[in-house]
């Protein structure tokens, strides 16, 4: 039975993440791999529109653990209806934000309570587990400086402040260090090129060489 390979993409606002994935997805590609490329909150008609409730608006909006059921509802809809069957087909999957991100900034910066994202981790999520996590870590400052600079409308998060941010690089750093096995941390301070690089030889040294 075929079973592709699952990678996710995680860190604080404006760490250059969605270029990095669209710049690896373009190099697996160029090696004869079949490569989705998807996005939480989103990746489904049910998740994006999960997505504009959660990612626009006031930073009160809602509760952290309003938000926590939210994502979570989004992520079982992208799960059903995009990842687990292109895994099931053999493709590669990369993911700009996951189940570490609910982890980090509804949990540890937000405030819910640990265990109701690890249970529902437990039923959502099933076996459905990224093979390979890229945790991209930037200065809180630089970081939020890069994301107002892109503008558009969904800054909600970007509004919650500096320490809330300061929690969250603190909390995607313990993620990493908690599970190396399946996290790898990428300094995300540099040109396009360098991270670039950085990314490549963490995925090739993981994972390429397996097919």
Do not use: N
């Amino acid at each position: 039975m075929k079973h592709g390979r699952f990678i996710t993409f995680e860190g604080g606002e404006g760490a250059g993440k969605s270029t990095q994935l669209k710049r690896l997805a373009a190099r697996l590609q160029s090696q004869g791999r079949e490569v989705v490329a998807t996005r939480e909150p989103g990746g489904s008609p049910g998740a994006e529109a999960i997505r504009g409730l959660v990612l626009t608006g006031a930073a009160d909006r809602w509760s952290p653990v309003a938000e926590t059921l939210l994502m979570y509802a989004a992520r079982r809809d992208h799960v059903e209806r995009l990842i687990r069957p292109a895994l099931a087909r053999g493709d590669w999957v990369i993911c700009d934000r996951f189940a570490d991100s609910t982890r980090a900034y509804q949990g540890a910066a937000g405030g819910t309570p640990p265990e109701l994202i690890a249970s529902l981790e437990h039923f959502i999520l099933e076996e459905t587990r990224p093979d390979l996590t890229l945790i991209f870590d930037l200065p809180v400052e630089v970081g939020l400086a890069r994301a107002h600079a892109r503008a558009g409308s969904e800054l909600r998060f970007e509004s919650k402040g500096l320490a809330f941010h300061e929690r969250l690089r603190g909390a995607f750093l313990a993620i990493a260090k908690a599970e190396p096995d399946r996290c790898a941390l990428i300094d995300a301070d540099g040109s396009v090129e360098v991270v670039e690089a950085r990314v490549w030889a963490t995925v090739e040294g993981r994972l390429a060489a397996h097919g």
